[in-house]
C-alpha cells in the first residue's frame, strides 16, 4: 500500500516571500500522479498542482512549483510570493495510474501541512 | 460548467441513526469518489463508483453503502451511526476520460453523531 508523509505539521511565511512544503511518498509503482491541494477553512478541498510520474519536467502552475525527486520520493512545493489567501491546509495526495481499476484511482493523503501567511 | 455539489451542508443525527448524503458530480465526469475527513486528520477513502457500480472500497464496514445513478450522481448512505463517523463527508468527480487522473471536490457534508 502506499503511504503519503507530510512531516511539517505547522509552516508560516511572511507575506510576498517564498515558502516549501514537504512530502515523500512510498510506493513501488512506476507510473502514478501526485497532487497538491489546498483546504482553506471552508474546508473545500481545491487543487494546486498535479505532477505526472513519467514526466520529468517539475510542474508549475502560477506562483507554485512543484520539486519533484523521482528516485528519492519526494515532492515539495514551493509558493512563491506568498499572499494572505494561500493561508490554508495543504494536503499531499499520491494517486496510482493503473487503468481500469477504480481502486487505483483512489487517492492518498498525507497528514497536511497548516501555512500560515503573516501580513 | 457545473462544479461539484453536496448536499446537505450540514446534518446532525443521533448514535444508531441513518443517513443518506448526496453528490450531483461536475459536468463531464462519470467516476465519483467518497472520502471521511475527520478533524485535524487527511481524507480517507471510502468507496468509489463508475458506470453505476462499486468499483474499488477503501477499509470502511459495510454499513457504509453507496449508489451512482446513470446521471452519474451519487449517495452514501451510512447505517447505524457511531460517534465516530462524526466527520466531513467529501465527495469528488473526476472522468475516465483525458485529465481522468484529477479529482475535483465537492464542498463537503459536515455530519456531527450525537
Known amino acids: 500500500a502506499q503511504t503519503v508523509t507530510q512531516s511539517q505539521p505547522e509552516m508560516s511565511v511572511q507575506e510576498a516571500e517564498t515558502v516549501t512544503l514537504s512530502c515523500t511518498y512510498d510506493?513501488?509503482?512506476?507510473?502514478?500522479?501526485l497532487f497538491w491541494y489546498k483546504q482553506p477553512p471552508s474546508r473545500q478541498m481545491i487543487l494546486v498542482i498535479r505532477q505526472e510520474a513519467y514526466k520529468q519536467q517539475n510542474a508549475t502552475e502560477n506562483r507554485f512549483s512543484v520539486n519533484f525527486q523521482k528516485a528519492a520520493k519526494s515532492f515539495s512545493l514551493k509558493i512563491s510570493d506568498s499572499q494572505l489567501g494561500d493561508a490554508a491546509m495543504y494536503f499531499c495526495?499520491?494517486?496510482?495510474?493503473?487503468?481500469?481499476?477504480?481502486?487505483?484511482?483512489?487517492?492518498?493523503f498525507g497528514s497536511g501541512t497548516q501555512l500560515t501567511v503573516l501580513p | 460548467e457545473t462544479g461539484v455539489t453536496q448536499s446537505p451542508t450540514h446534518l446532525i443525527k443521533t448514535r444508531g441513526q441513518q443517513v443518506t448524503l448526496r453528490c450531483s458530480s461536475q459536468s463531464g465526469h462519470n467516476t465519483v469518489s467518497w472520502y471521511q475527513q475527520a478533524l485535524g486528520q487527511g481524507p480517507q477513502f471510502i468507496f468509489q463508483?463508475?458506470?453505476?457500480?462499486?468499483?474499488g472500497r477503501g477499509n470502511f464496514p459495510p454499513r457504509f453503502s453507496g449508489l451512482q445513478f446513470p446521471n452519474y450522481s451519487s449517495e452514501l448512505n451510512v447505517n447505524a451511526l457511531e460517534l465516530d463517523d462524526s466527520a466531513l463527508y467529501l465527495c469528488?468527480?473526476?472522468?475516465?476520460?483525458?485529465?481522468?487522473?484529477?479529482?475535483?471536490f465537492g464542498p463537503g457534508t459536515r455530519l456531527l453523531v450525537l
Open positions: 510506493t513501488s509503482e512506476s507510473d502514478y500522479y
Open positions: 463508483y463508475y458506470r453505476e457500480e462499486e468499483n
Open positions: 469528488a468527480s473526476s472522468s475516465t476520460q483525458g485529465t481522468g487522473q484529477t479529482q475535483y
Open positions: 495526495a499520491y494517486r496510482s495510474a493503473g487503468i481500469s481499476s477504480g481502486s487505483a484511482r483512489q487517492l492518498t
